[in-house]
C-alpha cells in the first residue's frame, strides 16, 4: 500500500477518535465543574484533573493524536489536516447525544459538505516527497520564509496570552481558539520531522544521532502542552459546537498556511490539481461553518450577573434577562423562553440561581429597578412610614 493511503487511513481513525474525545472531555469539563463548590470554572483550579470521564476523554484524545502523528509521517500535511472535519462531524453527532445539543437540518447539510470536501481533499491530494534524513525537514524550516512565520507565531501568542487572554478569553471563543491554532501550526510541522525521523529509524536508518531529531521533539511537546491548556480553556468556557467548528477552520487555514511556506507550494501535478484542492478546502470550511451556525451557542461559563467586562456576553444578548430572567419569568412575569439557551453552562450556578429562586419577587424587582441597595432603603422608608401612621392612630 502506498505512504500516501496509510497515512489516509491513520487520519480517518485519528479523527473519529479526536472527535469522541472532544465531547467526553467537554461532558468531563461540565460534571468537574458543577462538582467545584467554589462557583470557578473547571479549568482555573484544574479540578477536571479529579475527574474519571476527563481523563477517559483525554486518553482517547491521545490515541486519536498518536494516529494523526503517525499520519504525518506518511502523507503531506494539506491531506491530513483538513481531513480534521471528520472530528467535527463525528462531535457534534455524539453531542447530540451526550450533551443534549441538537443537530438541526443545517447542521446535517454542514456535516455534508465536510464529507463531500474531505472527499475532494483526498482525491486531489498531492504524493509525499521522499525525504531520506530528517536533517532536510530541518533545511526547510530554517528558510528565512518560514523563521518569519514560526517569530511572528510567536509574537502574536504572546501577545494573545498575556495581553488580550485575561480581558477577553472568556467573552470571546476565538481568542482561546486562535492561540492553539497558530501554536498547533508550528507544532504540526515539528510533529513532521519528528515523524519523519521515527518512520526512517524503524526502517533502520536511525535518525536520533542527527540533534535535528531532538529540537523537533522538544518544539512539538512544548507546543502541545500550549495547545491542550488553552484548547481545555475553550471547552470549558465556551459550547462544543462553537469550539470544534471554529478551531477546525483557525487551525486548518494555520497549518496549510505554514506547509505552504515550509515545502514552498503544494507539490501539485498540475493547475487543475491545485484548484481542486483549493475547492476541497473551501467546501469544507464552507460545511464547518454552516455546522456551525446550526448550534445556537451556550454562553460563557463564570459569567457573572452584573456583567462585568471580559466575563461574558453583554446582558443585551439575551433578551429582557434581569433578576427576574434569574427566576424564570421576563418583566411582564412570564416564563422567560430566552433562558433555555443557557443549556449545561446553567448547571455551574445553578445554587446561585436557587438563592434568588428563593427570594420574594417583589424584592427582586425592586433590586433589579432601583439598583444596588435602593430596594432596602425603600423598605425602610416604608415601615417608617407605617410606624408613623400606628402612632396617629394610638393617639387619635
Not at 486519536?64 to 491531506?79: D, Q, R, S, W
Not at 494573545?160 to 472568556?170: H, L
Not at 501554536?183 to 540533534?211: R, Y
Amino acid at each position: 500500500m502506498e505512504d500516501k493511503y496509510i497515512g489516509l487511513l491513520l487520519s480517518v481513525s485519528g479523527s473519529v477518535a479526536i472527535g469522541s474525545s472532544f465531547v467526553l472531555l467537554k461532558k468531563g469539563l461540565n460534571q468537574a465543574a458543577a462538582q467545584n463548590v467554589y462557583g470557578q470554572s473547571a479549568s482555573d483550579n484544574l479540578v477536571y484533573l479529579r475527574n474519571p470521564l476527563w481523563w477517559t476523554g483525554m486518553c482517547t484524545n491521545v490515541v486519536g493524536e498518536i494516529a494523526n502523528f503517525a499520519a504525518y509521517a506518511f502523507a503531506p500535511p494539506i491531506l491530513v489536516t483538513p481531513l480534521g472535519a471528520l472530528s467535527v462531524i463525528i462531535g457534534a453527532i455524539l453531542a447530540s447525544f451526550l450533551l443534549n445539543e441538537k443537530l438541526g437540518h443545517l447542521g446535517k447539510v454542514g456535516c455534508t459538505l465536510c464529507l463531500l470536501g474531505s472527499l475532494i481533499i483526498v482525491l486531489h491530494a498531492p504524493a509525499e516527497e521522499e525525504v531520506e534524513t530528517v536533517d532536510k525537514i530541518l533545511q526547510y524550516a530554517l528558510q528565512p520564509g518560514f523563521l518569519l512565520f514560526c517569530l511572528t507565531a510567536t509574537v502574536f501568542s504572546l501577545v494573545m496570552i498575556y495581553k488580550v487572554a485575561p480581558k477577553y478569553g472568556r467573552s470571546n471563543p476565538l481568542v482561546y481558539v486562535s492561540i492553539c491554532s497558530v501554536v498547533g501550526s508550528v507544532s504540526v510541522m515539528a510533529i513532521k520531522g519528528f515523524g519523519i525521523a521515527l518512520k526512517l529509524t524503524f526502517a533502520g536508518n536511525n535518525q536520533f544521532i542527527h540533534p535535528s531529531t531532538y529540537v523537533f521533539g522538544i518544539v512539538t511537546a512544548g507546543c502541545i502542552m500550549v495547545q491542550m491548556n488553552y484548547f481545555n480553556k475553550a471547552l470549558d468556557t465556551f459550547s462544543t459546537n462553537v469550539v470544534n467548528p471554529m478551531y477546525y477552520v483557525t487551525f486548518s487555514s494555520a497549518t496549510i498556511v505554514a506547509s505552504l511556506i515550509l515545502f514552498q507550494g503544494f507539490n501539485t501535478t498540475d493547475a487543475s490539481n491545485t484548484f481542486s484542492l483549493l475547492a476541497g478546502f473551501i467546501i469544507t470550511f464552507l460545511g464547518v461553518h454552516i455546522l456551525n451556525l446550526s448550534r445556537q451557542p451556550e454562553p460563557p461559563r463564570g459569567r457573572s450577573l452584573d456583567g462585568e467586562e471580559g466575563v461574558g456576553p453583554p446582558r443585551l444578548s439575551l433578551q429582557g434577562i434581569s433578576m427576574e430572567g434569574w427566576n424564570g419569568r421576563d418583566e411582564h412575569g412570564e416564563m422567560d423562553v430566552h433562558m433555555d439557551v443557557l443549556g449545561e453552562g446553567r448547571n455551574r450556578s445553578h445554587h446561585r440561581q436557587d438563592s434568588y429562586r428563593s427570594e420574594p419577587e417583589g424584592w427582586s424587582g425592586d433590586s433589579e429597578r432601583n439598583g444596588n441597595g435602593n430596594g432596602n432603603g425603600k423598605r425602610e422608608d416604608e415601615r417608617a412610614l407605617l410606624d408613623k401612621r400606628r402612632d396617629e392612630n394610638g393617639e387619635s
